[in-house]
């Protein structure tokens, strides 16, 4: 039985799709079924405006539903598939004289693209050391860190508080990201006070994004989630905000990896 569009709302709603890649990835093989079974009529539309809607800051599936939208064809949700998964290799290979022998890293959440780049260097005989900050309130540091400790690689989990602690252990910082736009590059809620001690400690900060992940849109809409996932109790004065994103000015960045080069901040810009 294919997937339901609820089912896979409820997948991406709930993290258990998670990252901006994924996302998108889970979306388009849940649309070309949708589309050879029923063109691109209602259900389609309704389809894109739902998913859409799940995870509104990242701004790959957007781009990618732009396209679709445009083309009204299979071939391009194919090869828009294709070009996702590709980026992956096409990183790696760009970025490789990155990441030197015995290099310490520190990283933020759970990137597909970022960890690509890591791992490909460990396929490469780079010893490295990667330090994962947990990511409160959903813990997407821990699937970094036992992704990476599966596959040999040591890793040292940390509390996000103790970044600060660590950061004259690391020699670089890598994130990836879910939208790179005019005014800096939005990942992960945290990512801004990390490139901030970057900027203090002398820490090049690198940023891993392939270049679906140019973000054209006038406005973003950072996601705001369940207050639950950070506390629970219902106290009367208590307010709780729980933002999933920030946005990180690109002065704080050094290079951006992406599947086309390694790219400067004003190369971006430019591309924008
Ligand atoms: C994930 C996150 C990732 C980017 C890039 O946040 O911030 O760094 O999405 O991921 P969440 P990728 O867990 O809330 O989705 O490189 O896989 O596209």
């Keep these: 039985m294919p997937e339901s569009l609820s089912g896979l709302e409820k997948r991406i709603k709930s993290l258990q799709v998670q990252g901006a890649k994924n996302i998108a990835i889970e979306s388009l093989i849940f649309l070309r079924t949708l589309v050879k079974k029923k063109g691109f009529r209602n259900d389609f539309r309704e389809a894109v405006k739902r998913l859409e809607k799940t995870r509104p800051t990242a701004v790959v599936l957007h781009n990618c ?42 990283t933020r959440c759970h990137s597909s693209e970022a960890l690509a780049l890591i791992k490909y260097a460990w396929k490469d005989r780079k010893k490295m050391k990667v330090y994962a900050t947990e990511t409160r309130p959903k813990w997407q540091g821990v699937k970094t860190a036992n992704e990476l400790a599966k596959l040999g690689i040591p890793v040292t989990l940390i509390v996000d508080s103790a970044m600060g602690f660590f950061i004259d252990d690391v020699d670089m910082v890598i994130v990836g990201t879910d939208a790179m736009r ?10 801004y006070m990390l490139a901030l001690l970057c900027k203090e400690h002398k820490k090049p900060l690198y940023v891993v ?29 208590l307010y709780v905000r729980n933002p999933a994103f920030d946005i990180t000015p690109w002065k704080y960045v050094k290079r951006v990896i992406t599947e086309k080069g390694v790219m400067t901040p004003g190369n971006i810009k430019k591309l924008l």
């Design 65 to 106: 539903l732009e396209e679709i939208k445009k083309e009204k064809d299979v071939k391009a949700i194919e090869r828009l598939l294709r070009q996702l998964k590709d980026a992956d290799k096409q990183i790696a290979l760009k970025g490789r004289g990155l990441i030197k022998d015995k290099t310490r890293i520190m």
């Design 182 to 191: 005019n005014e800096g590059f939005v990942n992960k809620i945290g990512t």
């Design 209 to 237: 994004g392939d270049t679906l992940k140019l973000d054209k849109r006038k406005y973003i809409q950072i996601e705001e989630r369940d207050p639950d996932e950070v506390y629970k109790e219902n106290l009367k004065n």
